[in-house]
């Protein structure tokens, strides 16, 4: 006779998931990372450098486009909730907003309009609203595929791998080809403001064929029926913020942990240009950012097993930490900052703390959302996910907002494309180390008020499917 276990791994909610249809979903976010990575990582600099913003006014326009975020994100996660289109009711918007999104990234990084706020407001609004258009159903399409708990993990490791390979190919390749495409050979003068244009236009492009790629390999399987979500309103966001602790603990990671990147993203750049004054080695530096990925990913699976997800949280964020106090050091101490592998080792050691620790956080988004249905009876993924949404383009919004203002105390000349004060480069300098690091002991402490552990969900899990199995 079957076990109750056997049965409920036969039910609709256990699925395993093929080697093809994980990549499948892995590709949605490499696509994603080929448009959010660049951003993340350039937009700032093209602004300053390329466009002609002073870093103050760019900061308060990444703040001002964060706070249109914090509306439109519920009501893309209730609207996403309530209704099922014909294409399927999270996998649709990969195609149909994905077209829209492609055309407002290639024109965030046209140059035509120069020195224009309003021009830059208008586009970077755009590419907001459409990259949420994604990313909330996308999120919650991941909650979708399966409940299995290993299956999440094998999904996530795959997911995290494809995510950093976009994130080394802008990494390493954007500078390469927009340095190769100016006339001048740089990427951070008003000269460069065509090839930065074509290098989107070649990105985003192949982003969107990514996010179709994706479509076409995933099936929602795992979701609550029509009839059930057509009350769903915004303001369930804030019930369940409120009663689903476990949602508030993440929450509070994502702010922390998407702030930390983010800013020590935005000012790698600038850190290379004018810190170590090795600018050919950007690319480098930039790719070492992803690489760790290609490494330890696979592994993840087999680490939290051995150790536990709570303690491999801290492992790798005591990595991490470790690896900006050695770039901190090399940095400051001439006999070692003449050494550009001493950086690049530095910056591998403290990518390794971050690509495994942020990566797998992802994973506890689907934790999250089994434990408001098991507690409401409601399983709104795409609220969560507006939820978390909100919270990572918080900790986005003062990667934006915390270096434009930074550069702006310290002086920095956006006109000088080689050198700088010693003062604004002390000021690039806390911007690629000391405060990620801080940003990283505040996220060690929030992660470890998460209560989830995997015995506790894979028992709400069964409870869950046990309540449709009796109804």
Known sequence: MESREQTLTETKGFYKLSLLQRIGFGSGDLAQNLIYQTVAQYLLLFYTNVYGLPAATAAIMFLIVRLVDVVWDPLVGA??????????????????????????????????????????????????????????????????????????????SIRMFLANLGGLAVAYGIPIIVKSLSPDGKINSSESGNAWFITMTIYA???????????????????????????????????EFKHNRPLRVLAFFFVTAFAMMAIGNSAGSYYMIYNVQAPDWLPYFAALGSIPAFIFMPMVPAIKRTIGKKQMFYVFLSIAIFGMALLYAISIIPALKAHVWLVLVAQFVKSTGVIVATGYMWALVPEVISYGEHTTGKRISGIVNALTGIFFKAGMALGGVVPGFVLA????????TVTQSAFAQQGILWLVAVIPAILLLLAMFIISKYELEDSVIDKINIEIEERHLNN
């Open 79 to 156: 609207f996403v909730d309530k209704h099922n289109p014909t294409l399927g009711k999270y996998r649709s918007y990969l195609v149909l907003g994905g077209i829209p999104l492609t055309g407002f990234a290639i024109l965030c990084f046209w140059n035509g309009y120069s020195g224009s706020l309003l021009y830059a407001y208008i586009t970077y609004v755009g590419l907001s609203m459409c990259y949420t258009l994604i990313n909330v159903p996308y999120g919650a399409l991941n909650a979708s595929l399966t409940r299995d708990t290993d299956e999440i993990t094998k999904l996530t």
């Open 205 to 239: 492009v192949t982003g969107l064929a990514l996010l179709i790629f994706c479509y076409t390999q995933t099936k929602e399987r795992v979701v609550m029926a029509e009839s059930e979500t057509s009350q769903v309103k915004v303001s369930d966001l804030w019930k």
């Open 409 to 416: 105390f310290v002086g920095f000349d956006e006109k000088n």
